[in-house]
Nanobody, 122 residues
Framework: QVQLVESGGGLVQAGGSLRLSCAAS????????MGWFRQAPGKEREFVAS????????TYADSVKGRFTISRDNVKNTVYLHMNSLKPEDTAVYYC???????????????WGKGTLVTVSS
């Protein structure tokens, strides 16, 4: 059974950094596309970043470009989200998800983790 477990969330001051991790099991990690999404209080879940199975392509939401970096380790079956220059509006529950679809979007993801909370104080 597929499991995605996020970790690394917490409380950080504005301007700080965090690294989120998502450990995957029960699937052929090197063959799937991975994405990070987030849901802020009172808002819908939104796309943050994705990285293709072969590391060939990464995509970012405009709101995080230049500040966040998604990476993956196909040996450790883990995907990371490196977050720098954090802002209070980055406060959200962050989810990792996986899909075999070509397009990575909330509608196409096959499996989801339970999320990790990131809180950015001003």
């Amino acid at each position: 059974q597929v499991q995605l477990v996020e970790s690394g969330g917490g409380l950080v001051q504005a301007g700080g950094s965090l690294r989120l991790s998502c450990a995957a099991s029960g699937l052929t990690f090197s063959s799937v596309n991975m994405g990070w999404f987030r849901q802020a209080p009172g808002k819908e879940r939104e796309f943050v970043a994705s990285r293709k199975w072969n590391n060939a392509a990464t995509t970012y939401a405009d709101s995080v470009k230049g500040r966040f970096t998604i990476s993956r380790d196909n040996v450790k079956n883990t995907v990371y989200l490196h977050m720098n220059s954090l802002k209070p509006e980055d406060t959200a529950v962050y989810y990792c998800a996986t899909t075999t679809a070509v397009v990575v979007s909330e509608r196409t993801m096959d499996y989801w983790g339970k999320g990790t909370l990131v809180t950015v104080s001003s």
